[in-house]
């Protein structure tokens, strides 16, 4: 496998792990904080007795404690070197219930703390505002589907981005609009589980609105932070090229590539939404009020991209709108990682290439990649181990296409590994491990990996 140097990505790039905090924290009610749609959703059972919301059952309420432990987790963090730490805050533990006359003190205090312990180990905090947990009263009232949700967010950008403000470098508006509205509002399989188009399309607007709305707001409050958002992309390709079918599969993968990698950010660079590949998009202007256009626009400093795999898509007459099915990778490669994803790192290289090719994006973080596999405890001279080498040559191998990137004029300044330690992986609960640290959840006992000790000897400038 290749021997790689940080050094050669340029000394200006940002190293990074990243988080978000329904995933870690725990603490789902202390301190006086509010319920989210993730908190209702995973303590609610599934009306269908075959299949359960979330693998096992299982919650978010305590998960690796990060509210109670964030002082060993940065000291940890500090141990192995990284520089950068992603994560999000929780909107209900400064709000509890989504507005600004519910102000909770002792929400935001963790916050400070948060921010505080990194810069004293210095690591720099690096913020999303808004990682999926939604507070369920603004979701009793139609969540992203009702307009009031926009302007309630807007009071929260305004209020965090002045309270933390000159202590964070770096914001992100949203994490990945395009899985929160389709996972949560169209296929019903994330919180708040509501399906169909008629959740999706209004979602969609309101969302594109917070990203332009939220992002001109945070510049404002914020003029010398760097501000930008994240988008989930996928590389799609048709399964075949050639004749009738691979003409209309090429089809397909046109529109599957509009709606999970153009949709959020066309609109937020002044194109509007990807209407002339996905006609049915039109649909959406029935949600627009007058100056919409302006309100979608943000001139980013920055784009965050977060990239796990692949996709192949086939033409299929039973799919509306799209008019196309994703072939599951299971079905189709020898090896997937646990989430059942494909392993195709050149993916990222066509995707930066992609993002780079648009007017006005001036600078491109990636700010999530990773992998889960099925990670082994072993015991060697009274200490544990795991010995995660297919982690390690995941991360190499997508590197390695990030750099080819770069070598090629693709302005790309930063990686962010997803993710720090192993944590609640929402509908699929703690079975797959992400981490580069793993975590005993119930001793919560933290275990650096082999790709930990990888990262840390990288992030300290050896050749690995
Ligand atoms: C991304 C999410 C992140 C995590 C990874 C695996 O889509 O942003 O929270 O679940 O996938």
């Given at each position: 496998m290749l021997i790689m140097n940080k050094y050669e990505f340029g000394n200006d790039f940002i190293w990074g792990v990243a988080t978000a905090a329904y995933q870690i924290e725990g603490a789902w009610n202390e301190d006086g904080k509010g319920e989210s749609i993730w908190d209702r959703f995973t303590h609610t059972k599934s009306k269908n007795p075959f299949k359960e919301r979330i693998y096992q059952n299982q919650n978010g309420d305590v998960a690796c404690d990060h509210y109670h432990r964030y002082k060993e987790d940065l000291d940890l963090m500090k141990e192995l070197s990284i520089p950068n730490y992603r994560f999000s805050l929780s909107w209900t533990r400064i709000f509890p219930d989504g507005k600004l006359t519910s102000k909770n003190q002792k929400g935001i205090d963790f916050y400070h703390r948060l921010i505080d312990a990194c810069i004293e180990r210095n690591i720099t905090p690096n913020v999303t505002i808004y990682h999926w947990d939604l507070p369920q009263a603004l979701e009793d009232n139609g969540g992203w589907t009702n307009r009031d949700t926009y302007l309630r967010f807007l009071d929260y950008v305004d209020f965090v981005t002045k309270e933390y403000n000159d202590k964070v470098p770096r914001w992100f508006i949203l994490n990945e609009p395009f899985a929160f509205t389709v996972l949560g509002y169209f296929l019903g399989i994330h919180a708040p589980g509501r399906k169909g188009f008629a959740n999706f399309y209004p979602a969609i607007h309101h969302v594109t609105l917070a990203q332009g709305d939220g992002g001109k707001i945070a510049k404002k409050n914020c003029p010398n932070a760097e501000i930008g958002t994240t988008f989930s992309c996928s590389y799609i390709e048709p399964v075949s090229k050639d004749g009738f079918w691979g003409i209309l599969n090429q089809g397909a993968a046109i529109r599957f590539d509009a709606l999970l990698n153009s949709l959020f950010i066309e609109p937020m660079l002044g194109m509007g939404y990807p209407v002339d590949r996905l006609p049915s998009l039109k649909t959406l202007e029935k949600y627009y009020k007058e100056g919409d256009e302006e309100r979608m626009k943000f001139n980013a400093d920055f784009i965050g991209i977060q990239n796990y795999t692949r996709e192949l898509v086939q033409w299929s007459p039973f799919m509306p709108v799209i008019w196309g099915t994703i072939i599951e990778a299971k079905k189709r490669c020898e090896k997937t990682t646990e989430m059942g994803w494909e392993i195709y790192p050149e993916g990222i290289y066509h995707l930066l290439k992609k993002y780079a090719s648009?007017?006005?994006?001036k600078k491109i973080y990636i700010t999530e990649n990773g992998a889960a596999f099925p990670d082994q405890l072993v015991e060697e001279d009274g200490k544990i181990r795991i010995h995660d080498i297919e982690r390690i040559n995941f991360l190499k191998s997508y590197l390695e296409q990030v750099l080819r990137a770069k070598k090629e004029g693709v302005p790309v300044y930063g990686y962010f590994i997803w993710t720090f330690i192993d944590n609640f992986e929402w509908a699929e609960g703690y079975r797959p491990r992400f981490g580069i640290v793993y975590v005993d959840y119930q001793t919560q006992k933290r275990y650096v990996k082999d790709s930990g000790y990888w990262y840390r000897d990288f992030l300290e400038g050896k050749d690995v």
């Amino acid at each position: 496998m290749l021997i790689m140097n940080k050094y050669e990505f340029g000394n200006d790039f940002i190293w990074g792990v990243a988080t978000a905090a329904y995933q870690i924290e725990g603490a789902w009610n202390e301190d006086g904080k509010g319920e989210s749609i993730w908190d209702r959703f995973t303590h609610t059972k599934s009306k269908n007795p075959f299949k359960e919301r979330i693998y096992q059952n299982q919650n978010g309420d305590v998960a690796c404690d990060h509210y109670h432990r964030y002082k060993e987790d940065l000291d940890l963090m500090k141990e192995l070197s990284i520089p950068n730490y992603r994560f999000s805050l929780s909107w209900t533990r400064i709000f509890p219930d989504g507005k600004l006359t519910s102000k909770n003190q002792k929400g935001i205090d963790f916050y400070h703390r948060l921010i505080d312990a990194c810069i004293e180990r210095n690591i720099t905090p690096n913020v999303t505002i808004y990682h999926w947990d939604l507070p369920q009263a603004l979701e009793d009232n139609g969540g992203w589907t009702n307009r009031d949700t926009y302007l309630r967010f807007l009071d929260y950008v305004d209020f965090v981005t002045k309270e933390y403000n000159d202590k964070v470098p770096r914001w992100f508006i949203l994490n990945e609009p395009f899985a929160f509205t389709v996972l949560g509002y169209f296929l019903g399989i994330h919180a708040p589980g509501r399906k169909g188009f008629a959740n999706f399309y209004p979602a969609i607007h309101h969302v594109t609105l917070a990203q332009g709305d939220g992002g001109k707001i945070a510049k404002k409050n914020c003029p010398n932070a760097e501000i930008g958002t994240t988008f989930s992309c996928s590389y799609i390709e048709p399964v075949s090229k050639d004749g009738f079918w691979g003409i209309l599969n090429q089809g397909a993968a046109i529109r599957f590539d509009a709606l999970l990698n153009s949709l959020f950010i066309e609109p937020m660079l002044g194109m509007g939404y990807p209407v002339d590949r996905l006609p049915s998009l039109k649909t959406l202007e029935k949600y627009y009020k007058e100056g919409d256009e302006e309100r979608m626009k943000f001139n980013a400093d920055f784009i965050g991209i977060q990239n796990y795999t692949r996709e192949l898509v086939q033409w299929s007459p039973f799919m509306p709108v799209i008019w196309g099915t994703i072939i599951e990778a299971k079905k189709r490669c020898e090896k997937t990682t646990e989430m059942g994803w494909e392993i195709y790192p050149e993916g990222i290289y066509h995707l930066l290439k992609k993002y780079a090719s648009y007017p006005n994006v001036k600078k491109i973080y990636i700010t999530e990649n990773g992998a889960a596999f099925p990670d082994q405890l072993v015991e060697e001279d009274g200490k544990i181990r795991i010995h995660d080498i297919e982690r390690i040559n995941f991360l190499k191998s997508y590197l390695e296409q990030v750099l080819r990137a770069k070598k090629e004029g693709v302005p790309v300044y930063g990686y962010f590994i997803w993710t720090f330690i192993d944590n609640f992986e929402w509908a699929e609960g703690y079975r797959p491990r992400f981490g580069i640290v793993y975590v005993d959840y119930q001793t919560q006992k933290r275990y650096v990996k082999d790709s930990g000790y990888w990262y840390r000897d990288f992030l300290e400038g050896k050749d690995v």
